[in-house]
């Protein structure tokens, strides 16, 4: 089965748990309106770039666990989703568009996308507990490299809570709000096949920044067509914003440089040259079409 289709997979089977499609004999299922937001949030999906990222690093370290290394992809995937749904309500961004259809707040009502959000979370940990359940030593690392990203102080809940400070360094607002996650792909793609997850990190954290930077020059050159959700959301929430600190030839050359250092820290494994491959060929991805990702 291929890298997306395993993650879609994954994914689908979550979602029908957490409806009680797969778990009615514990009761008669979700309610409806939450059953249909917390498909909504999740399909159809965007990019998919973190589980494809943890699935990669899986493969290319011989994809020991499958089961495993597909519950983490999934769970990082949902996790992702459920901090949308967070993002997009009123008392953050208030933004009506995401993934170029209505946002789950403006589908659904405010009260069912904090649910929502919220569901997808402990959704998240509960399909990771039960995909790495065979191997208990394995698991406990796996939640923790996991909650690690989402929470406090490193992860994309304290991403979230620096835009409430009065002010907040670029690079602290971009490791935690998009950089975690990446770093939790890689790191827990290499634990479910085996790998001690350290050395896997940093190419995390330099293709979360690189990420961070290409959304930055994204929310500054394309329209909300293009993006699939409402533009200039950084400048008029006075954001940190690599593009306008940097300008925009000064962060595509450090968009580039991060990319060049990512494919370099990649440690030793059977598939090492093939993750190179196709990690450059998906950053080249990143930038928009107006701007050619000159990768090395």
Same mark, same amino acid.
């Given at each position: 089965?291929?890298?997306? @289709? #395993?993650?879609?997979h994954?994914?689908?089977q979550?979602? &029908?748990? =957490?409806?009680?499609? $797969?778990s009615s004999v514990?009761g008669?299922g979700?309610?409806?309106?939450?059953?249909?937001?917390?498909h909504? &949030?999740?399909?159809?999906?965007?990019?998919r770039?973190?589980p494809?990222?943890?699935?990669?690093?899986?493969?290319?370290?011989?994809?020991?666990?499958?089961?495993?290394?597909?519950a983490?992809?999934a769970? /990082?995937e949902?996790l992702?989703?459920?901090?949308?749904?967070?993002?997009?309500?009123?008392?953050?961004d208030d933004?009506?568009l #995401?993934r170029?259809?209505?946002?789950?707040?403006?589908?659904f009502?405010e +009260?069912?996308?904090?649910?929502?959000?919220? =569901?997808?979370?402990?959704?998240a940990?509960?399909?990771?507990?039960?995909g790495?359940?065979? !191997?208990?030593q394995?698991l406990a690392?796996?939640?923790t /490299?996991?909650?690690? !990203?989402?929470? !406090?102080p490193?992860?994309?809940?304290a991403?979230?809570a620096?835009?409430?400070e009065?002010?907040?360094? $670029?690079?602290?607002?971009?490791?935690?709000?998009?950089?975690?996650l990446?770093?939790?792909?890689?790191a827990?793609?290499?634990?479910a !096949?085996?790998?001690? +997850?350290?050395?896997w990190?940093?190419?995390?954290?330099?293709?979360?920044?690189?990420?961070?930077?290409?959304? @930055?020059?994204?929310?500054?050159?394309?329209?909300?067509?293009?993006?699939?959700?409402p533009i200039?959301?950084?400048?008029a929430r006075?954001r940190?914003?690599a593009a306008?600190?940097?300008?925009?030839?000064g &962060?595509k050359a #450090?968009l580039?440089e991060?990319?060049? @250092?990512?494919?370099?820290?990649?440690?030793?494994?059977p598939?090492?040259?093939? $993750?190179?491959?196709?990690?450059?060929?998906?950053?080249s991805?990143f930038l +928009?079409?107006?701007l =050619?990702l000159?990768?090395a």
């Amino acid at each position: 089965m291929q890298i997306a @289709d #395993r993650i879609e997979h994954a994914l689908g089977q979550a979602i &029908a748990s =957490a409806q009680g499609g $797969l778990s009615s004999v514990h009761g008669a299922g979700a309610p409806p309106l939450l059953a249909a937001a917390l498909h909504y &949030a999740v399909f159809p999906g965007g990019h998919r770039i973190r589980p494809q990222l943890c699935l990669a690093v899986a493969l290319a370290c011989g994809d020991q666990d499958p089961e495993a290394a597909n519950a983490a992809a999934a769970a /990082i995937e949902l996790l992702h989703c459920a901090s949308l749904v967070h993002d997009d309500l009123p008392c953050f961004d208030d933004a009506d568009l #995401r993934r170029g259809k209505a946002s789950v707040h403006v589908q659904f009502g405010e +009260p069912l996308a904090v649910l929502t959000g919220d =569901a997808l979370i402990v959704q998240a940990f509960s399909i990771l507990a039960q995909g790495a359940a065979k !191997s208990p030593q394995r698991l406990a690392e796996l939640l923790t /490299i996991i909650a690690q !990203s989402v929470g !406090s102080p490193n992860g994309i809940v304290a991403g979230q809570a620096w835009e409430c400070e009065a002010a907040v360094s $670029l690079s602290d607002y971009q490791r935690a709000k998009t950089g975690a996650l990446f770093v939790a792909a890689t790191a827990s793609g290499a634990l479910a !096949s085996g790998y001690e +997850p350290d050395p896997w990190r940093n190419l995390g954290a330099k293709l979360g920044e690189a990420y961070q930077v290409a959304d @930055d020059l994204r929310d500054i050159l394309c329209n909300a067509e293009e993006l699939g959700k409402p533009i200039g959301q950084d400048a008029a929430r006075l954001r940190p914003n690599a593009a306008a600190q940097l300008g925009v030839g000064g &962060a595509k050359a #450090r968009l580039e440089e991060l990319v060049r @250092d990512a494919v370099e820290s990649i440690p030793f494994c059977p598939g090492q040259h093939e $993750l190179r491959q196709l990690i450059k060929a998906q950053t080249s991805q990143f930038l +928009p079409k107006n701007l =050619a990702l000159v990768a090395a």
